[in-house]
């Protein structure tokens, strides 16, 4: 062999070298994020939607404050047709004794993560979880949103465009292909993407920090000639007064609230800074408040999330038992080791929100501090906005450690009214309030809204906690009574657990 052959053969071996390490790298990436789990057959759960009539049931008011005792609720073709106090007057249609019993709008999570799991559209609904919004969409997504049509059983879905960032052309080219992202530079570039998005069916547009400020504001513009929400982060190169300038109508963290004052204040030093900023937090939270209501800007929650992360870094094995790890997509909570950094791994050798090891004794009691005041701030704002009646919507970034799609809202509900919300509050923001910025007929028990509600065998004014006591669940006019949303449940953990090589 002489050496130009010798040369060839390197060459040769090189691009088949590279050709084989992409086709690792992405079938590893489709992988975490849960596009290898088995995926529950849908067919056998084309339901029909009927004509019925829920008897004998007490009825939450559409303003949250209490149960109407004794109601009989009249549901045809996916609709509420009629709340009164006779029954027996609907003929030979289905009834449902709905005594001892208590109504409730189908809930809407305002910030969730599909991403490649589709067995997660019946999490949802097993949940009683009817209204979901996607905050990080893909085309599959509108995918299976459009297979509703073939009898799909599925939660009704809001979905924004994939995240934007500005990012250099390597690392926004990594970037989309690890995360993602789409990278917009300039104006020019925002406006082409943001007709793609329309073109697409993609309801919203989803900015993220790392967003420059041209592009922030072409967006903005772009968006609202096509009639586009804007929605997501605050990004780090805008003011607050930016938002307020905006088209943005929803801020996806109180987290990103919670940012923004953190950078105005500067680092947080011990126990002495971490009081300090928590009253600062308190005082510019109040201050804001008329600016968001004037702004007409609503704010996810994504509370509990935020709670857990100190959790996470001190004890993760206890959180991990706390939460119904049994359903979650194997693909994502098992990640893997070759993405050290940023990842959304849950289990301990992967979790993104466990500390270094070799942390001293100072160092430790240093990052409790920080992270616990972390969520104290974000607990501090949300009882501030809610009370000066800025619009708060349950959210919970379902899929990112460990909220488990469906489950994981019920938990959020709890934190919000540990952290001073009532029991009526949290409701609305779980139901009425973030269907009405979806513009939708849902999210209240009223004539002509949809037929999405949940059966409850305890009151859930009574404790926010009892909306798990689900005894059916409706779902455009769907009927899933308890055993058949522990069927759904099965389903989905069998077909997850095919895939599942760690079971804690
Ligand atoms: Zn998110």
């Given at each position: 062999?002489?050496?130009?052959?010798?040369?060839?053969?390197?060459?040769?071996?090189?691009?088949?070298?590279?050709?084989?390490?992409?086709?690792?790298?992405?079938?590893?990436?489709?992988?975490?994020?849960g596009?290898?789990t088995?995926e529950v057959d849908y067919k056998p759960y084309d339901l029909p939607s009927?004509?019925?009539?829920?008897?004998?049931?007490?009825?939450?008011?559409?303003?949250?404050?209490?149960?109407?005792?004794?109601?009989?609720?009249?549901?045809?073709?996916g609709?509420?047709?009629?709340?009164?106090?006779?029954?027996?007057?609907?003929?030979?249609?289905?009834?449902?004794?709905?005594?001892?019993?208590?109504?409730?709008?189908g809930l809407i999570d305002s910030?969730v993560h599909l991403f490649k799991s589709p067995n997660d559209l019946l999490l949802y609904v097993a949940n009683g979880v009817t209204q979901i919004r996607e905050l990080?969409g893909e085309e599959n997504h509108l995918i299976w949103r459009r297979e509703i049509q073939e009898g799909r059983l599925e939660s009704n879905m809001y979905i924004a465009?994939?995240?934007?960032?500005?990012?250099?052309?390597?690392?926004?080219?990594?970037?989309?292909?690890?995360?993602?992202?789409?990278?917009?530079?300039?104006?020019?570039?925002?406006?082409?993407?943001?007709?793609?998005?329309?073109?697409?069916g993609?309801d919203?547009?989803?900015?993220?920090?790392?967003?420059?400020?041209?592009?922030?504001?072409?967006?903005?513009?772009?968006?609202?000639?096509?009639?586009?929400?804007?929605?997501?982060?605050?990004?780090?190169?805008?003011?607050?007064?930016?938002?307020?300038?905006?088209?943005?109508?929803?801020?996806?963290?109180?987290?990103?609230?919670?940012?923004?004052?953190?950078?105005?204040?500067?680092?947080?030093?011990?126990?002495?800074?971490?009081?300090?900023?928590?009253?600062?937090?308190?005082?510019?939270?109040?201050?804001?408040?008329?600016?968001?209501?004037?702004?007409?800007?609503?704010?996810?929650?994504?509370?509990?999330?935020?709670?857990?992360?100190?959790?996470?870094?001190?004890?993760?094995?206890?959180?991990?038992?706390?939460?119904?790890?049994?359903y979650?997509n194997?693909?994502?909570?098992?990640?893997?080791?070759?993405?050290?950094?940023?990842?959304?791994?849950?289990?301990?050798?992967?979790?993104?929100?466990?500390?270094?090891?070799?942390?001293?004794?100072?160092?430790?009691?240093?990052?409790?501090?920080?992270?616990?005041?972390?969520?104290?701030?974000?607990?501090?704002?949300?009882?501030?906005?809610?009370?000066?009646?800025?619009?708060?919507?349950?959210?919970?970034?379902a899929n990112?450690?460990?909220?488990v799609p469906g489950f994981?809202l019920?938990?959020?509900?709890?934190?919000?009214?540990?952290?001073?919300?009532?029991?009526?509050?949290?409701?609305?923001?779980?139901?009425?309030?973030?269907?009405?910025?979806l513009?939708i007929?849902a999210?209240?028990?009223?004539?002509?809204?949809q037929a999405n509600m949940i059966?409850?065998?305890?009151?859930?004014?009574?404790?926010?906690?009892?909306?798990?006591?689900?005894?059916?669940v409706i779902l455009n006019g769907k009927i899933l009574?308890?055993?058949l949303i522990?069927e759904l449940l099965?389903s989905v953990?069998?077909a997850n657990?095919?895939?599942?090589?760690?079971?804690?």
């Amino acid at each position: 062999m002489n050496w130009k052959n010798i040369v060839k053969f390197f060459l040769i071996l090189l691009v088949f070298g590279i050709i084989l390490f992409v086709y690792l790298a992405n079938r590893d990436m489709d992988k975490i994020y849960g596009g290898h789990t088995k995926e529950v057959d849908y067919k056998p759960y084309d339901l029909p939607s009927l004509a019925f009539a829920i008897t004998n049931v007490n009825v939450l008011l559409p303003d949250g404050s209490k149960f109407i005792p004794n109601r009989t609720v009249h549901i045809n073709n996916g609709l509420i047709v009629s709340i009164d106090s006779i029954s027996n007057k609907f003929g030979d249609i289905k009834t449902i004794d709905g005594k001892g019993r208590f109504l409730i709008p189908g809930l809407i999570d305002s910030h969730v993560h599909l991403f490649k799991s589709p067995n997660d559209l019946l999490l949802y609904v097993a949940n009683g979880v009817t209204q979901i919004r996607e905050l990080i969409g893909e085309e599959n997504h509108l995918i299976w949103r459009r297979e509703i049509q073939e009898g799909r059983l599925e939660s009704n879905m809001y979905i924004a465009s994939p995240r934007l960032g500005s990012f250099g052309s390597l690392e926004g080219f990594f970037m989309e292909w690890s995360q993602g992202f789409n990278n917009i530079r300039n104006s020019e570039e925002a406006e082409e993407k943001v007709k793609s998005y329309k073109t697409k069916g993609y309801d919203a547009v989803k900015i993220y920090s790392y967003l420059n400020k041209e592009s922030y504001q072409a967006i903005n513009k772009t968006a609202e000639s096509l009639g586009m929400d804007v929605i997501g982060h605050i990004p780090w190169s805008l003011e607050l007064t930016d938002i307020w300038s905006s088209n943005q109508s929803e801020i996806s963290h109180l987290e990103e609230v919670m940012n923004v004052f953190r950078r105005e204040f500067g680092k947080i030093n011990g126990q002495e800074g971490a009081d300090k900023f928590l009253e600062y937090v308190n005082q510019r939270s109040k201050e804001i408040v008329k600016d968001l209501v004037m702004n007409d800007i609503s704010v996810t929650t994504t509370l509990w999330l935020v709670e857990s992360f100190v959790r996470q870094k001190f004890e993760l094995d206890n959180v991990l038992k706390e939460v119904a790890l049994e359903y979650e997509n194997p693909g994502i909570s098992e990640w893997t080791k070759n993405v050290p950094q940023g990842g959304l791994g849950w289990l301990p050798e992967v979790n993104r929100y466990q500390l270094p090891e070799n942390l001293t004794e100072k160092q430790l009691a240093e990052e409790k501090i920080f992270w616990t005041t972390y969520a104290k701030a974000c607990q501090i704002i949300l009882k501030n906005l809610s009370e000066g009646g800025v619009k708060i919507m349950a959210g919970t970034d379902a899929n990112l450690p460990p909220t488990v799609p469906g489950f994981s809202l019920h938990d959020e509900l709890i934190s919000l009214n540990q952290a001073g919300m009532s029991t009526s509050q949290v409701l609305l923001s779980a139901t009425s309030i973030p269907a009405e910025w979806l513009k939708i007929d849902a999210g209240k028990i009223m004539k002509g809204f949809q037929a999405n509600m949940i059966l409850l065998d305890k009151n859930p004014l009574e404790d926010i906690s009892n909306t798990q006591t689900i005894n059916m669940v409706i779902l455009n006019g769907k009927i899933l009574d308890r055993n058949l949303i522990d069927e759904l449940l099965a389903s989905v953990r069998n077909a997850n657990n095919l895939s599942r090589k760690i079971f804690c």
